[in-house]
T-cell receptor, first 118, second 111 residues
């Protein structure tokens, strides 16, 4: 496929369980981004990867959140011991690179994973 | 699909008129700004960007203005069309590469 894909599209889980969200970026895109969007609110930046490394993890809401990327490709966002406030749509995006230039920085977003914590 | 921005400020504009969407940013150290458009049920889509060393940048039917003195960013859309109906977000990128999104504004195009 030509776009960013995410799986699952929907995830319903019970409070306290762990969840893993997956993002497949556009092939050749070295930069990958994770965002969270709660209902009725704007985008909340979580973390970005340049290659397989994340220069800054301070955007992750708590230590229950972690993310990794391998092979400069797939990324997973893991939420441990989920809480109801984690319910949101989690969006992934990728771009050619992380530079202040639209040629490289234009982000293409996936459809998101809707997470519902009961 | 996902219903975005239920409680966001809404701007209603007659089709064919120009619209201006405003955004106040928080950090004077931000050096790069982006506008995104998000249609209902879809992910955000890049519209236009501007660096902090510029005051104005034009794209196709869109213009972004940056006023660093008052930390204000605006997006002007000329001759609005029904397809412009969406939620518009501004994003500021700090020099340390943190990305901060604004709350968003819903643009509603009236027929």
């Amino acid at each position: 496929g030509a776009g960013v894909s995410q799986s699952p599209s929907n995830k319903v889980t019970e409070k306290g369980k762990d969840v893993e969200l997956r993002c497949d970026p556009i092939s050749g895109h070295t930069a990958l981004y994770w965002y969270r969007q709660r209902l009725g609110q704007g985008l909340e930046f979580l973390i970005y990867f340049q290659g397989n490394s994340a220069p800054d993890k301070s955007g992750l809401p708590s230590d229950r959140f972690s993310a990794e990327r391998t092979g400069e490709s797939v990324s997973t966002l893991t939420i441990q011991r989920t809480q109801q406030e984690d319910s949101a749509v989690y969006l992934c995006a990728s771009s050619l690179a992380w530079r202040r230039d639209p040629t490289y920085n234009e982000q293409f977003f996936g459809p998101g994973t809707r997470l519902t914590v009961l | 699909g996902e219903s975005v921005g239920l409680h966001l400020p809404t701007l209603s504009v007659q089709e064919g008129d120009n619209s201006i969407i405003n955004c106040a940013y928080s950090n004077s150290a931000s050096d790069y700004f982006i506008w995104y458009k998000q249609e209902s049920g879809k992910g955000p889509q890049f519209i236009i960007d501007i660096r902090s060393n510029m005051d104005k940048r034009q794209g196709q039917r869109v213009t972004v203005l940056l006023n660093k003195t008052v930390k204000h960013l605006s997006l002007q859309i000329a001759a609005t069309q029904p397809g412009d109906s969406a939620v518009y977000f501004c994003a500021e990128i700090h020099r340390d590469d943190k990305i901060i999104f604004g709350k968003g504004t819903r643009l509603h195009i009236l027929p």
